[in-house]
């Protein structure tokens, strides 16, 4: 097998020399950096990488965790942040948590065992008391959640603002009776929302009904059993905020089956504005989340807390939110006055 001392040689260099060219070392003449690249080919040495990473005490890893890979807002996530990170030739590792406080613990041990560079948290199932100790070996980035507890930065959007935002849009069209629907209350991302929606009820003077309100739905599926229940209540809801694009597609998609109209009967509103809300017919009303800026965002920021290991620094990047307004809540006509 073919040594660096096998390059050296060949190159009429030193092993010093050699080592320094493979690992970018400024002070390298142009000369002795083509004689050791041109020794390299001709050999066929390929230098070891984690051996490289041992001596610099980098892994080129940085670990990400969602609670759902299924979940279209993380998938689209997850390949924003992996070609950000392969630019700056590292890779990612995907962690699916399912919310689980476990799995996310045995997760972190990843960055204890110096595994990974750093971990990317887009939701928190374990309080922040318990994660903290784990920035004793390496950076932790909040990325679509925020913690107000917590000493690192967080890149996010104000989730209240967004529920507000969106709650107020129904009530503008004239709704009072108003459901919600989100995934995991227990989240901080879903807390937020619900107190702006609140809160839009509130400033409206209207009533915050707990039997309008559907905690624990993730996908399409569950936003078809939603509207179940919806079409057998007594005093049934006109209008609904979902935590999801997907939601809000499987609530429209069930609603349809059943001869509802949307919006005449039901008004819905989705988040994330991914791809299926242009799909859909009718197409989907959705709170905008900037998911290339978050992302890019993010990953510059993990880079500069590896470089510099000043990892315990609270650091707040919130980012715009926006409502695009489709024909699930407002009528194609009014839509094209």
């Given at each position: ?115 990974v560079d750093g971990v990317i948290m887009t939701s928190m199932s374990n309080s922040w008391e318990i994660i903290q ?205």
């Amino acid at each position: 097998m073919t040594t660096i001392e096998d390059v050296a040689r060949l190159a009429g260099l030193s092993r010093t020399t050699v080592s320094r060219v493979i690992n970018n070392h400024p002070y390298v003449s142009k000369t002795k950096k083509k004689l050791v690249l041109e020794a390299m080919e001709e050999l066929g040495y390929v230098p070891n990488s984690a051996a490289r990473s041992l001596r610099n005490q980098r892994t080129g890893v940085i670990a990400v965790f969602i609670p759902r890979v299924m979940n279209p807002f993380f998938s689209q996530l997850i390949e924003i942040l992996e070609m950000a990170a392969s630019e700056k030739e590292y890779q990612l590792i995907v962690c699916q948590t399912l919310y689980s406080k476990t799995k996310e613990l045995a997760y972190l041990n990843l960055l204890k065992t110096r595994q990974v560079d750093g971990v990317i948290m887009t939701s928190m199932s374990n309080s922040w008391e318990i994660i903290q100790p784990f920035l004793d070996y390496g950076p932790i980035v909040l990325c679509n959640e925020y913690e107000d507890q917590a000493t690192v930065p967080m890149i996010y959007i104000d989730q209240y603002e967004a529920g507000y935002l969106a709650t107020k849009h129904l009530i503008d069209q004239g709704h009072e009776k108003i459901a919600y629907c989100c995934g995991r209350y227990a989240s901080n991302v879903a807390a937020a929302r619900e107190k702006g929606f609140k809160k839009a009820l509130q400033d409206a003077r209207l009533p915050f009904l707990e039997e309008y309100a559907f905690r624990t739905a993730f996908q399409c599926s569950d936003g078809k059993q939603v509207f179940e229940k919806i079409q057998y209540m007594e005093e049934k809801p006109t209008a609904i905020f979902t935590g999801s694009d997907e939601l809000a597609a499987g609530i429209i998609a069930e609603a349809k089956k059943s001869g509802w109209s949307i919006p005449e009967d039901l008004a819905v509103i989705g988040f994330d504005n991914q791809k299926i809300t242009e799909l859909m017919d009718p197409m989907i009303t959705t709170v905008h989340q900037p998911l290339e800026e978050m992302g890019n965002k993010t990953l510059s920021v993990m880079m500069e807390k590896i470089h510099s290991k000043n990892y315990a620094r609270k650091e707040i990047h919130q980012f715009y939110i926006d409502l695009i307004v489709r024909e699930s809540t407002v009528s194609r006509n009014l839509i094209s006055l």
